[in-house]
């Protein structure tokens, strides 16, 4: 059954040190605990969504809110890419790192700016990032700087927030730096309805850099 102390706790951080806390704590057990034992979808289906809208120039590929590295085992599985990932918690790095799927590791504050340089990756993927307790819209306008032109854009936001935290307003914020998204709205979990969080969903948000000439 989803809920259960951690995603509660999760749901609700409310600063940078309590998300490095709660990952830190839930690291070792995160794909045992969680994502297996709630049939957690989401990875899987940025990675089917992923694999639907890219072509061979959209890499190399940056996921961010990488984690234990769920979005990159799905993506690997069916394509070899070049792939970073970036998290904020360095015990979930460590676990992503030990699956051998990942060329490099970034450790970084996706609420501040990024040391990263302009143009740089072709995708951009995220599952379970843009929710409840944890990264803003505010994230879009330095991800849409490290973007390639044309290159692709492909991250989970969970629906309760796409509004009320100010997502969809983002979007149209920098609807002039990117095509027009296209929305896929799926649930997070494969358990039954009613269960605690088990009609979550998330909108699978895809869009591309425009380049200077669009």
């Known amino acids: 059954m989803v809920g259960g102390k951690n995603l509660k ?8 040190q309590d998300s490095i806390d709660l990952y830190k704590e839930w690291a070792p057990t995160y794909d045992t605990d969680f994502a297996i034992k709630n049939e957690y979808k989401s990875p899987s289906k940025v990675a089917k969504f992923f694999h639907k809208y890219s072509d061979n120039l959209d890499s190399p590929i940056l996921d961010v809110g990488a984690g234990t590295g769920l979005v990159g085992e799905c993506i690997a599985a069916k394509k070899t890419v070049e792939i970073t990932a970036l998290d904020i918690s360095s015990e ?10 990942y060329s490099k590791f970034v450790m970084a504050d996706l609420t501040k700016p990024l040391d990263i340089e302009n143009n740089k990756y072709g995708a951009i993927v995220s599952a379970g990032t843009f929710t409840h307790g944890h990264v803003g819209p505010e994230a879009f306008d330095e991800l849409v700087r490290i973007l390639k032109p ?6 989970s936001i969970h629906s309760e927030v796409f509004q009320q935290k100010g997502f969809k307003k983002k979007l149209l914020d920098i609807e002039n730096q990117i095509t027009k998204p296209v929305f896929h ?20 948000t895809v869009f591309r850099k ?5």
């Open 9 to 16: 706790v999760a749901y609700s951080l409310g600063s940078l």
């Open 92 to 101: 979930m790095l460590a676990v992503a790192k030990a699956k051998n799927i």
């Open 150 to 155: 044309m290159g692709l854009v492909v991250v």
């Open 185 to 204: 709205k799926v649930s997070i979990y494969r358990i039954k309805q009613g269960q605690k969080y088990g009609n979550d969903k998330v909108f699978i």
């Open 210 to 214: 425009r380049s200077p000439s669009i």
